[in-house]
């Protein structure tokens, strides 16, 4: 009885330590996805800027308006392709990490589901200990008055 109730001291601190991790990784989801629309912005952002200095054949930036030539048009598209890569890479990194992080915490709800149904059965173990702690104690008052009794009869 003693060993069921360590162990199911044990599965409870246990759970109690998977929720406090469980709220950690739900904050670096919510982390996760705020960087990741924050990515998704920029991204489109850098794509229309990338876009539309490619695309003109305008003497002048039409994001700045300072003159430009063929050449520095081309090293600058050149320059925001790669702005553009680095964002997709960090992107990438960024939603895989998020999915890892959903699995994890699927994975922490199926096993904190687990311990949860483990220790619904704790109440009534501990209630039955406490009865059976009572009997012994009334068992162990007996045989202490049945003892004194057999003492007192013998001459």
Known sequence: MQAELS????????REDMQREETLIREE???RKARLDTLE???????????????TD??????????????????????LD?????????WVEAKARAAELDDRLKRHGRE??????????????????????????????AASRQAEDAQQLTP
């Open 29 to 31: 989801i919510a982390d």
């Open 58 to 79: 305008d003497a002048n930036c039409p994001t700045c308006g300072q003159p430009l030539t063929p050449e520095h048009r081309a090293e600058m598209v050149g320059q």
């Open 41 to 55: 912005l920029d991204g489109g952002k850098l794509r229309k800027r990338r876009d539309t200095l490619a695309e």
């Open 7 to 14: 162990a199911l001291h044990e599965a409870e601190a246990r």
């Open 112 to 141: 904190l589901k687990k311990l949860t149904a483990t220790l619904a059965g704790m109440a009534k173990l501990q209630e039955r200990a406490g009865h059976l702690s009572a009997s012994a104690e009334a068992v162990a008052q």
């Open 82 to 90: 790669g702005e553009l890569v680095a964002h997709r890479a960090e």
